[in-house]
């Protein structure tokens, strides 16, 4: 696995993964809904530039989903990647049930966009899941 830093905050990490040609965020903390479009669009810049197909979300940290974060990725960031070739997501869900409150609606919205979502609790499973797409 060769990873490859797109960006680096006390927020996230953004990541693309060379071999199997994915992008790979991880959330570090809760962050307010600006952070998120940071994350969000460093990396579909990246799935553009590398004619990437795959998404792994390690979304455990992230805490408080708020309705901003939900309508940008839904209304603008979320089309937008789905146009530009995006096939594939592995998302970790949040550790919380508040963190988790969100993601149903997120998962069938994509769905309808096109990309196959699948919901892992374990990092590796899911990175795994991803890879043999």
């Known amino acids: 696995m060769v990873l490859q830093m797109l960006l680096k905050t006390e927020w996230a990490t953004v990541q693309y993964e060379t071999e199997a040609r994915y992008i790979y965020h991880t959330i570090l903390q809760d962050l307010p809904p600006a952070e998120l479009r940071t994350i969000l669009e460093t990396g579909l810049e990246s799935l553009q530039a590398n004619g990437a197909h795959k998404w792994l979300s390690d979304d455990r940290k992230y805490v408080n989903v708020t309705p901003e974060a939900v309508e940008f990725t ?59 797409q």
């Open 74 to 132: 839904l209304t603008s960031w979320g089309p937008r990647a789905a146009a530009a070739g995006w096939q594939y997501w592995a998302m970790v869900v949040p550790e919380s049930e508040i963190g988790r409150a969100g993601m149903q609606e997120i998962v069938e919205i994509f769905y309808n966009l096109g990309v196959r979502v699948a919901i892992f609790s374990d990092l590796e499973e899911a990175r795994a899941w991803l890879v043999k």
